[in-house]
């Protein structure tokens, strides 16, 4: 079925206390070199302490708000991607939709981790080519830092605190949703979780401390192998090669990790938009928090074809080929 959906809004926030690698030296045994080499970031934003997943949401939507020249008013479905919820339940979707006040919505988290973005959007254009829905807000937010252990060097250097929100409305013209592609190895679900309700997972203890468990050179490698393949297989389902696409828009989980998938691709690091710098790993909120990077320094345009890739813990993944229909 063709796609009758298109991205036609962003809108981000980020806290304002950064993390800096100088300060992670004060925390465990690290030092800025040891964290650039390895990962590429410098910096991360971490949420106050009575500041939640919601309230960074909330400010994303104010800022896309603030940028779109339509009304959210008539907005019928309000999608989190979150690991980090507020609540167990009510849904940090439903606490959204508290503070706006929209009542004729749906309102719903997704959790697939780091492919919560591409999972969402997947969703919302399924709801919206379908015609069950005209106008979806998809929203990524995390305060990963409340799930940190900061006293583990190998983890608590990666990840920060963010939201961003797109906006995705029902279209008659050309389609904003070209191909896309999912798949998910539950095999691998233990290098990388945070422990809930169970105390095991595929046979072995769980950490219930509620922090985030990672082995991160098995996510790696995971990443590395099945990124550039699942590259392909998309360009492949939307009859396109790499010279049409525009820009490459991965997880920005490790700059490095990055760098690896571009050679093995291959495609341009130069056209790989990214977050991870300044932000850190910021999950499912990586993708928009590149996009709107890219907007706000004038490289990404109207027209232009994207691959969204998200990729993370369960483990799971999904890409996307997209028109961007931002103004």
Same mark, same amino acid.
């Given at each position: 079925?063709?796609?009758?959906?298109?991205?036609?809004?962003?809108?981000?926030?980020?806290?304002?206390?950064?993390?800096?690698?100088?300060?992670?030296?004060?925390?465990?045994?690290?030092?800025?070199?040891?964290?650039?080499?390895?990962?590429?970031?410098?910096?991360?934003?971490?949420?106050?302490?009575? %500041?939640?997943?919601?309230?960074?949401?909330?400010?994303?939507?104010?800022?896309?708000?603030?940028?779109?020249?339509?009304?959210?008013?008539?907005?019928?479905?309000?999608?989190?991607?979150?690991?980090?919820?507020?609540?167990?339940?009510?849904?940090?979707?439903?606490?959204? %939709?508290?503070?706006?006040?929209?009542?004729?919505?749906?309102?719903?988290?997704?959790?697939?981790?780091?492919?919560?973005?591409?999972?969402?959007?997947?969703?919302?254009?399924?709801?919206? +080519?379908?015609?069950?829905?005209?106008?979806?807000?998809?929203?990524?937010?995390?305060?990963?830092?409340?799930?940190?252990?900061?006293?583990?060097?190998?983890?608590?250097?990666?990840?920060?605190?963010?939201?961003?929100?797109?906006?995705?409305?029902?279209?008659?013209?050309?389609?904003?949703?070209?191909?896309?592609?999912?798949?998910?190895?539950?095999?691998?679900?233990?290098?990388?979780?945070?422990?809930?309700?169970?105390?095991?997972?595929?046979?072995?203890?769980?950490?219930?401390?509620?922090?985030?468990?990672?082995?991160?050179?098995?996510?790696?490698?995971?990443?590395?192998?099945?990124?550039?393949?699942?590259?392909?297989?998309?360009?492949?389902?939307?009859?396109?090669?790499?010279?049409?696409?525009?820009?490459?828009?991965?997880?920005?989980?490790?700059?490095?990790?990055?760098?690896?998938?571009?050679?093995?691709?291959?495609?341009?690091?130069?056209? +790989?938009?990214?977050?991870?710098?300044?932000?850190?790993?910021?999950?499912?909120?990586?993708?928009?928090?590149?996009?709107?990077?890219?907007?706000?320094?004038?490289?990404?345009?109207?027209? %232009?074809?994207?691959?969204?890739?998200?990729?993370?813990?369960?483990?799971?993944? +999904?890409?996307?080929?997209?028109?961007?229909?931002?103004?």
């Amino acid at each position: 079925m063709m796609s009758k959906a298109n991205i036609t809004a962003i809108g981000t926030y980020a806290p304002t206390r950064r993390l800096t690698n100088a300060d992670l030296e004060k925390i465990v045994d690290t030092s800025d070199e040891w964290i650039v080499q390895r990962t590429g970031m410098r910096e991360r934003r971490i949420a106050d302490e009575q %500041q939640f997943t919601s309230d960074l949401c909330i400010e994303a939507v104010k800022d896309l708000e603030s940028r779109y020249d339509g009304t959210l008013e008539d907005v019928d479905m309000i999608l989190v991607a979150t690991t980090t919820a507020d609540y167990a339940f009510p849904s940090t979707a439903c606490r959204v %939709q508290e503070y706006f006040g929209w009542e004729n919505t749906g309102a719903l988290d997704i959790n697939a981790t780091c492919a919560g973005l591409t999972y969402g959007l997947h969703v919302a254009n399924g709801l919206i +080519t379908s015609g069950l829905h005209q106008k979806i807000l998809v929203i990524a937010g995390e305060t990963l830092s409340k799930v940190t252990d900061y006293t583990d060097r190998t983890t608590c250097v990666l990840f920060g605190d963010a939201a961003g929100a797109l906006l995705v409305e029902r279209t008659e013209e050309a389609p904003g949703f070209l191909a896309s592609v999912q798949g998910t190895y539950g095999k691998g679900a233990d290098i990388l979780y945070r422990a809930g309700l169970r105390s095991e997972l595929n046979g072995m203890p769980l950490a219930d401390s509620g922090k985030m468990v990672q082995n991160g050179r098995e996510v790696y490698k995971w990443a590395a192998r099945t990124v550039p393949r699942e590259f392909e297989h998309l360009l492949h389902k939307a009859g396109l090669s790499r010279v049409d696409l525009d820009w490459f828009v991965p997880h920005s989980a490790n700059l490095r990790m990055i760098e690896s998938i571009c050679e093995k691709t291959p495609f341009p690091i130069e056209q +790989t938009l990214t977050s991870v710098e300044y932000y850190g790993n910021t999950s499912s909120v990586s993708i928009v928090l590149a996009l709107d990077l890219a907007v706000k320094a004038g490289k990404l345009k109207k027209d %232009q074809t994207l691959m969204l890739f998200g990729f993370g813990g369960g483990l799971t993944y +999904t890409g996307l080929l997209v028109k961007w229909d931002v103004k």
